[in-house]
């Protein structure tokens, strides 16, 4: 592994479905070659399950992914910043890691969450309706949004006298009080929403322990950048969820996309070495928004986590639930709902940050060859390959068709027209033998080796990892002969 990312000093990792692809354990894993781990984008929305050098498990939302290996931190200036998280993180990390924390930069002119921005999060899903975007309620979109308005509170304001930050916060609560009026009239939030003073008051409290983590983050990377200390950019959500390029108005609100490095470090562009893009190798979604090759309907298959957690959480009745199943497919008897529960639970596809279940997708290349084109990656990691393992014949969508035609590969409809394109389904042979936590390609079966290289030939990008199971060690590095 080593060798291959020797002459790439500054990688990028990103998400290439709709988030939850296993970036965690990816970076986990290239970590060992840097110096630094970087987070560009996104806020409390991520969750990325890491591991310690002693096998304790991680979750990191806002800390980047390094933390869990002692390597340096930074929080770049697109990331969005909930201080009491931030310090909730670092409590509960310091504690996982022995009291040893490596060091961490946060950024000055990060925006900074208030609880008016979970409010207005709240109000927007609630004046959406039956369209609502299903966030993971985190405040993302008012926070990205507002900066963008110019009225965005900033993590280094925190150390502004009390009379400034006020005036700071005034402008934004002004902005929003009508709102809260509204909500306060149609019974949408009890109680009454702190002042100025009191949002003052409390960000200000938390002064004294962010003062040591905040720094101008972007000269610091570029005196990394200088010293040639090897930096790894690590991506939240996935271009799917890109406020730009990705399924609008369904996405989170900042940059996903590969690009999103540059503007959220202050890095310059030709500062990135490569790109790694993680596929699932089946595709997963929470929250609205069209998703082409989804096996079952997103509302029924959430609702199936809630009410078969059983399924999930009871080792033997999940064991005879998937053996059961895994005979009526490969009978050719199972409806693609039946497909779905399969690999839900199998998957145990569960969010991270809100434990919501997630809609599994067939393995779907035109998304994956339009997602290759936004983020050009020289390698892709495909995760959980493993699920494939048994399955006799695999449904793979291999063309999108819209009023009858062909798009060509790369095009992708504006969302309001996803929902009239019809997948062209090929079946793929698949194997008998379960190739969980193989870490060698040689020990692949035939047909396996077989699949990945058909994959590969129509997304034209070489597939540098695979991931076969939940472990660092369960992934084969495949290097190019
Ligand atoms: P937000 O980022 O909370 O504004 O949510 C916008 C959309 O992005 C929703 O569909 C969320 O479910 C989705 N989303 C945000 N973060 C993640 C993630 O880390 N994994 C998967 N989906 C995410």
């Known amino acids: 592994m080593g060798g291959v990312l020797k002459n790439i000093p500054n990688l990028i990792v990103v ?35 890491v591991f310690t050098p002693d096998h304790k498990k991680l979750v990191s939302h806002l800390i980047p992914c390094g933390l869990a290996q002692g390597k340096e931190c930074v929080m770049g200036r697109g990331e969005l910043v909930d201080l009491r998280l931030f310090l909730e993180e670092l409590s509960q990390s310091k504690k996982i890691l022995g009291g040893r924390l490596p060091k961490i930069y946060l950024d000055q002119m990060s925006p900074l969450w208030t609880p008016w921005h979970g409010a207005l999060e709240a109000w927007m899903e609630y004046a959406r ?13 008012p926070l990205e949004g507002l900066y963008k308005l110019r009225i965005a509170p900033l993590v280094g304001h925190i150390f502004l006298d009390k009379k400034k930050f006020v005036e700071i ?21 009890s109680g009454a929403v702190p002042t100025p003073a009191e949002v003052a008051a409390q960000l200000q409290g938390y002064a004294p322990k962010i003062k040591p983590f905040v720094a101008d983050t972007s000269f610091v990377l570029q005196q990394n950048f200088k010293k040639h200390r090897r930096m790894l950019f690590e991506g939240a959500q996935a271009l799917g969820l890109d406020s730009r390029y990705g399924t609008y108005p369904f996405v989170s609100s900042g940059n996903s996309a590969a690009f999103g490095a540059a503007e959220g470090t202050g890095l310059p562009m030709q500062s990135f070495g490569a790109t790694l893009m993680v596929v699932k190798t089946l595709p997963t979604r929470v929250g609205a928004g069209p998703f082409v090759s989804e096996m079952w309907q997103r509302q029924k298959a959430m609702e199936f986590v809630k009410k078969n957690i059983g399924l999930f959480t009871d080792k033997q ?6 053996a059961r199943r895994l005979r009526k497919i490969n009978a050719g008897q199972a409806s693609n709902a039946e497909l779905s529960q399969y690999f839900q639970v199998l998957g145990d596809e569960r969010g991270a940050t809100t434990g919501r279940g997630r809609s599994v997708g ?8 339009y997602a290759i084109r936004i983020n050009g990656p020289k390698w892709l990691a495909l995760t959980r390959f493993d699920m494939l ?41 698949g194997w008998k033998e379960n190739i969980y936590g193989t870490n060698k390609e040689a020990s692949l079966p035939k047909s396996a080796k077989s699949f990945l290289q058909r994959l590969e030939k129509h997304l034209k990008t070489h597939i540098l990892l695979v991931g076969t199971g939940p472990g660092r060690q369960e992934i084969i590095v495949r290097t190019r002969k």
Request: a positive charge; proline letters at 7%; glycine letters at 14%.
């Open 169 to 189: 916060l005034e402008l934004l609560y002004k902005t929003l009080q009508p709102i809260f009026k509204e909500m306060q009239d149609k019974h949408l939030i």
């Open 362 to 369: 067939f393995i779907d290349i035109p998304w994956l060859v």
């Open 317 to 322: 009745e999940r064991a005879e639930f998937l």
């Open 389 to 429: 393992s048994g399955v006799k014949t695999i449904p793979v969508v291999v063309g999108y068709r819209l009023n009858g035609k062909l798009l060509a590969p790369g095009q992708l409809p504006p969302p309001w027209y996803m929902e009239k394109v019809k997948p062209v389904f090929e079946q793929w042979p």
């Open 129 to 141: 309706g039956k369209g609502k975007v299903g966030t993971t309620g985190k405040g993302i979109g």
């Open 15 to 49: 998400g290439g479905n709709w988030g939850d692809e296993g970036k965690g354990k990816i970076i986990d894993l290239v970590m060992a070659h840097y110096n630094t781990t970087v987070r560009f984008s996104g806020g409390a929305n991520a969750g990325h399950t």
